[in-house]
C-alpha cells in the first residue's frame, strides 16, 4: 500500500496561511486519489478535501473558498493550501490514498495545525 507522510502544520494567526504537504513513497502514487483529513478537539475525525487521479478536487464545506488541494505527481507529493485560517481549524490534519474516511484502513501521524492568537 501506498505510503504517505503528512508535514507542514504549525502555529498560525487567525487569517493566516499554512500549505501542507504528503509525501508518497512508491510508485503508485499517480494512481490514486489522495483525501486530505483532520480531527479536530471535541469532534471526531472529519474529510477536508481531495484531489483525484486526473487532478479532479472535491471540497468539504469546511474547505470551499479558503482551502485548495493539489497534487504533482512527478514529486509524488499532494499539497492542502489552507488561508484564512481560523481557530476552529486547528487540530491533526492527515492524507490517505483515498477519499471518504471509511475507506481509510491506515493513519499515518499527521501533521498539527495550530490556529491562535
Known amino acids: 500500500q501506498l505510503q504517505l507522510v503528512e508535514s507542514g502544520g504549525g502555529l498560525v494567526q487567525p487569517g493566516g496561511s499554512l500549505r501542507l504537504s504528503c509525501v508518497g513513497s512508491?510508485?503508485?502514487?499517480?494512481?490514486?486519489?489522495i483525501g486530505w483529513f483532520r480531527q479536530v478537539s471535541g469532534k471526531g475525525r472529519e474529510a477536508v478535501a481531495c484531489v483525484g487521479t486526473d487532478d479532479a478536487t472535491y471540497y468539504e464545506d469546511i474547505a470551499k473558498g479558503r482551502f485548495t488541494i493539489s497534487r504533482d505527481n512527478a514529486v509524488t507529493t499532494a499539497y492542502l493550501q489552507m488561508n484564512r485560517l481560523k481557530p476552529e481549524d486547528t487540530g491533526v490534519y492527515y492524507c490517505?490514498?483515498?477519499?471518504?474516511?471509511?475507506?481509510?484502513?491506515?493513519w499515518g501521524q499527521g501533521t498539527q495545525v495550530t490556529v491562535s492568537s
Open positions: 490517505a490514498p483515498r477519499c471518504t474516511i471509511v475507506a481509510v484502513r491506515n
Open positions: 512508491g510508485h503508485t502514487f499517480q494512481y490514486e486519489a
